[in-house]
């Protein structure tokens, strides 16, 4: 791996087993059993969890492509059914139970000794999120400290997504919009409902990046779009290479090494064309 793919390569190994919080059944159960019952509230809450018992600004601010009817829909209202702290409990202790499930029979400790390193060598400055996830205590046992390291990580790498797409002009309907289009197939339709931007709001997107020649006429993303598109995910592995650089080329080679059959498990709960959106990338 080149020093610049090194980034895009570890997401692709630790982000689904942060990812299991969403889609594992024993990850949901628990945030249903802490009185966040439906998708959205545990969403919402489960990520917004550690800024404490904020209201729809910030999540909007930090989550950036979803829309801020939907943030509002769901926060403050989620506080008033479980609080941050029983928010978080729930959240580890599913992300745990969905994990030991998923990883019965491995050897993990190697694995979360190591991604818990790199996470330790996140950039808190700028990184609203990844550095509010960082300030947890660190779990007593190694799959809730490779599940935590994994949110650090996933995290610290959002926040620098949401840097790159700020760089190009972008609002969160339009960055969605963008992403979607340049996937096709039936990506636009799902992320649409999936980020709350009703027909009207996501139309006028459209027409906003056809007018910075991004979008065709016939609804295809433009050869400008895509290099757009790639500077904004060279960025994005920028941003998020430091802990990598730190962690050195030994470490991280064993890393990626170590976490390949653990993301492979973890793709049994994971839908494969959710809405995040998380691709299985091909073997190195």
Same mark, same amino acid.
């Given at each position: 791996?080149?020093?610049?793919?090194?980034?895009?390569?570890?997401?692709?190994?630790? *982000?689904?087993?942060?990812a299991?919080?969403?889609?594992?059944?024993?990850?949901?159960?628990?945030?249903?059993?802490?009185?966040?019952?439906?998708?959205?509230?545990?969403?919402?809450?489960?990520?917004?969890?550690?800024?404490?018992?904020v209201?729809?600004?910030?999540?909007?601010?930090?989550?950036?492509?979803?829309?801020p009817?939907?943030?509002?829909?769901?926060?403050?209202?989620?506080?008033?059914?479980?609080?941050?702290?029983?928010?978080?409990?729930?959240?580890? *202790?599913?992300?745990?139970?969905?994990?030991?499930?998923?990883?019965?029979?491995?050897?993990?400790?190697?694995?979360?000794?190591?991604?818990e390193?790199?996470?330790?060598?996140?950039?808190?400055?700028?990184?609203?999120?990844?550095?509010?996830?960082?300030?947890? /205590?660190?779990?007593?046992?190694? @799959?809730?400290?490779?599940?935590?390291?994994?949110?650090v990580?996933?995290?610290?790498?959002?926040?620098?997504?949401?840097?790159?797409?700020?760089?190009t002009?972008?609002?969160?309907?339009?960055?969605?919009?963008?992403?979607?289009?340049?996937? !096709?197939?039936?990506? /636009?339709?799902?992320? +649409? +409902?999936?980020?709350?931007?009703?027909?009207?709001?996501?139309?006028?997107?459209?027409?906003?990046?056809?007018?910075?020649?991004?979008?065709? *006429?016939? !609804?295809?993303?433009?050869?400008?779009?895509?290099?757009?598109?790639? +500077?904004?995910?060279?960025?994005?592995?920028?941003?998020?290479? !430091? /802990?990598? *650089?730190?962690?050195?080329?030994?470490a991280?080679?064993?890393?990626? +090494?170590?976490?390949?059959?653990?993301?492979?498990?973890?793709?049994?709960? @994971?839908?494969?064309?959710?809405?995040?959106?998380?691709?299985?990338?091909? /073997?190195?």
């Amino acid at each position: 791996m080149t020093p610049m793919e090194v980034p895009r390569r570890v997401w692709s190994l630790f *982000e689904p087993l942060h990812a299991v919080t969403y889609f594992a059944p024993a990850a949901r159960a628990a945030l249903v059993d802490a009185g966040l019952k439906g998708f959205w509230r545990g969403y919402f809450a489960g990520r917004a969890a550690p800024l404490g018992a904020v209201g729809a600004g910030p999540v909007t601010a930090a989550f950036f492509g979803f829309a801020p009817a939907m943030v509002a829909r769901a926060l403050p209202d989620v506080w008033s059914r479980a609080s941050p702290e029983a928010v978080l409990v729930a959240r580890l *202790e599913g992300a745990r139970a969905a994990l030991d499930d998923l990883l019965k029979g491995t050897e993990v400790a190697e694995a979360a000794e190591l991604l818990e390193a790199a996470a330790g060598e996140v950039e808190l400055p700028g990184r609203v999120l990844g550095a509010a996830n960082a300030d947890l /205590p660190r779990p007593d046992d190694a @799959l809730g400290r490779l599940w935590q390291a994994a949110t650090v990580l996933r995290e610290h790498r959002g926040d620098g997504h949401v840097a790159a797409l700020l760089t190009t002009g972008v609002d969160g309907c339009e960055s969605v919009v963008w992403r979607a289009v340049l996937d !096709g197939g039936e990506l /636009p339709a799902s992320m +649409q +409902q999936a980020r709350g931007w009703t027909d009207e709001q996501w139309g006028a997107a459209v027409r906003r990046l056809a007018d910075r020649g991004w979008i065709a *006429e016939d !609804g295809t993303v433009t050869a400008a779009a895509r290099a757009a598109y790639a +500077q904004v995910e060279a960025l994005t592995d920028r941003l998020a290479a !430091g /802990p990598w *650089e730190r962690l050195g080329e030994d470490a991280t080679r064993r890393c990626v +090494q170590l976490l390949g059959p653990l993301a492979e498990r973890t793709w049994a709960v @994971l839908p494969k064309d959710n809405p995040i959106p998380l691709r299985p990338l091909p /073997p190195a």
